[in-house]
């Protein structure tokens, strides 16, 4: 019979001891009552950590779930490092939340735990996207910012997005000093839960008119608008906070046929609807392909719960609905924008656009025709707003984005911002339509122009200890021995972003990577291929990232091509085994 874990009965021991509400004392009695010693150690045998999204977990009681004290030790933490960091200034900060069950209390508790730190509290009164929060922290002149929200994790999930005076998630050095101050707080005690009714502010409608007018402002072919004004696009905010901004800022842009998915627009943290709240997946978008298909549709767009992510969907050459992944939207767009920009002439050589590291190099190689400077980040967004407020007036951001589903345009905000990709992405169809191209004739022009760039993400999920363990020896493996071919290709380059070392198999000799380090392996064949191995930093999953890349010599043979592609995607993850 499994035993408890006697460091878990320990911790468990304390919080019903320790100064916590009766309800969380009784769920944990109940599950020691039943032996529930897997859950137990699954919620006792770490304390939640800022991965590469902030805080996030399953709701529920213990250390390592998202509840009122996790919250709050997140929460006190973070205060305790604005004292110190901003001594003696009188320090703001900007609270949001998204339709996730309990964010609206957990949003409540943060400015309460804020408030009694004597910390003003700007704190939006109803739901509203991650991206909103970047541009109130911004605005506002916050010195932080938080946002309630697990993205597009399953509904048991919440979590805690924590952001810096630049509205961007905390990097390092900043990052790893919120950490400490957090894992400082020892006791419940420690944590300051009594409101102070001064110190917080209701906002809401006047900062949603600022970002809305601001984000109208970016818009580059307005006239393209104007003639496809009637453009029929389908949206679906899958039950989360992109209700609040989205129809209105296409309407701004100046689009008059926006369809809503109405079975999909209530927010609830529940999400009916779907199995998963997450646009990268095609089940998350069945209602919104059907209403598509209904309404002879041009365009499909869904946003996740926060809406900082989009997915899509468009026609194709056989007139059926198909979805783009992250890689051909963020690459469309960064396309359209450097075209759209050359043809008005504002294309000064101060201008550059970011992907991450696991995105496709297809961006890499248009941005290189046009001569516009390219960055190359570690994965997570908050690498991107990093290199954004580094260069913020001396180089113009045009764009970026990163495989999941994540884009940016323009410099309102630092981090993804699915409010305005969803414009900008209705922009760009209408840009192509007006030219008599669909957008996904305009993505194999791309291909024909640039090279056929192709991606595939597998992801292997890995839950609790156990789980944890058996991603850290798989990397392990990777590293102390990785493949010599993959996909009949010999494996050329291994970069190995933790050790911060890039090898040359072929040679054997090694130079130093520019880049921080993170637990990222990337395989490079001889013949271009591009593997990348990472452990999710907000999910219990390990991720393979395959790209490959051939010559597409004419439209004709795009669906030829792409089955040879497909075959050799199938061939490395074959060879490595996932």
């Known amino acids: 019979m499994q035993e408890l874990d006697p460091t878990i009965l320990q911790k468990a021991n304390a919080w019903l001891k320790g100064n916590y509400d009766a309800d969380v004392k009784q769920q944990i009695q109940t599950l020691l009552d039943n032996k529930s010693y897997t859950e137990l150690t699954d919620s006792f045998y770490r304390d939640l950590e800022f991965g590469t999204g902030g805080l996030r977990g399953i709701m529920g009681p213990g250390s390592n779930r998202i509840n009122k004290y996790t919250i709050g030790a997140a929460t006190q933490g973070l205060a305790n490092h604005l004292k110190k960091s901003y001594p003696g200034e009188k320090i703001k900060v900007a609270i949001a939340h998204d339709s996730r069950n309990n964010a609206d209390l957990f949003s409540r508790i943060t400015a309460e735990v804020f408030s009694a730190n004597d910390i003003y509290v700007y704190f939006f009164k109803a739901l509203r996207p991650t991206p909103e929060l970047s541009f109130a922290v911004r605005v506002l002149g916050c010195k932080s910012g938080v946002m309630l929200t697990a993205s597009h994790n399953p509904k048991e999930y919440n979590g805690y997005k924590a952001y810096g005076a630049d509205g961007g998630q905390f990097v390092s050095p900043e990052d790893k000093a919120v950490m400490d101050e957090v894992a400082a707080i020892s006791s419940v005690d420690e944590i300051k839960f009594n409101r102070v009714d001064a110190n917080i ?69 529940n999400f009916p609807t779907v199995v998963y709240p997450n646009p990268e997946e095609k089940e998350a978008l069945t209602l919104a392909l059907k209403k598509a298909q209904e309404t002879d549709a041009d365009l499909v767009l869904a946003t996740d719960p926060d809406a900082d992510r989009v997915g899509i969907a468009v026609k194709n050459t056989e007139n059926e609905f198909i979805l783009l992944n992250g890689n051909q939207t963020g690459a469309m767009l960064i396309n359209y924008l450097l075209t759209a920009w050359e043809e008005k002439g504002k294309l000064t050589g101060k201008e550059y656009i970011v992907k991450t590291i696991v995105t496709t190099n297809l961006i890499e190689q248009i941005a290189k025709a046009r001569n516009v400077t390219f960055y190359n980040t570690l994965t997570g967004f908050k690498y991107i707003g990093e290199l954004m407020t580094k260069f913020e007036g001396k180089q ?15 410099e309102l905000v630092r981090d993804k911002d699915a409010v305005v990709s969803s414009a900008f992405i209705a922009e760009m169809t209408a840009y192509y339509k007006d030219k008599g191209s669909s957008l996904f004739e305009a993505l194999i022009d791309t291909y024909v122009q640039y090279g056929f760039y192709k991606e595939k993400l597998i992801s292997l999920t890995k839950k609790g200890k156990t789980g944890a363990e058996e991603i850290k020896e798989m990397m392990e493996k990777f590293r102390t021995n990785p493949p010599a071919t993959l996909g009949g290709s010999k494996v050329a380059t291994l970069k190995d972003y933790e050790k911060g070392v890039e090898t040359d198999l072929l040679t054997n000799t090694t130079k130093k990577l520019e880049l921080p380090t993170s637990d990222v392996l990337q395989f490079i064949t001889e013949d271009g291929s591009i593997i990348s191995a990472r452990p999710s930093g907000t999910e219990p999953k390990i991720k393979f990232y395959c790209s490959v890349n051939g010559k597409l010599a004419n439209k004709a043979a795009y669906y030829d091509t792409d089955k040879q592609l497909d075959e050799k995607i199938s061939a490395i993850m074959k060879d490595l085994g996932v």
């Open 201 to 269: 502010e209701e906002i809401g409608e006047e900062i949603d008119a600022q970002y809305l007018n601001e984000i109208t402002k970016l818009s580059v072919s307005p006239e393209a608008i104007k003639r496809q004004k009637d453009l029929k696009i389908v949206y679906s905010p899958i039950h989360g906070t992109g209700i609040t901004l989205v129809p209105q800022a296409l309407k701004l842009f100046g689009f008059e046929n926006v369809i809503l998915v109405d079975e999909q627009t209530t927010p609830d943290g």
């Open 396 to 410: 113009t951001f045009i764009g970026g984005g990163e495989e999941s589903y994540g884009y940016l345009i323009g």
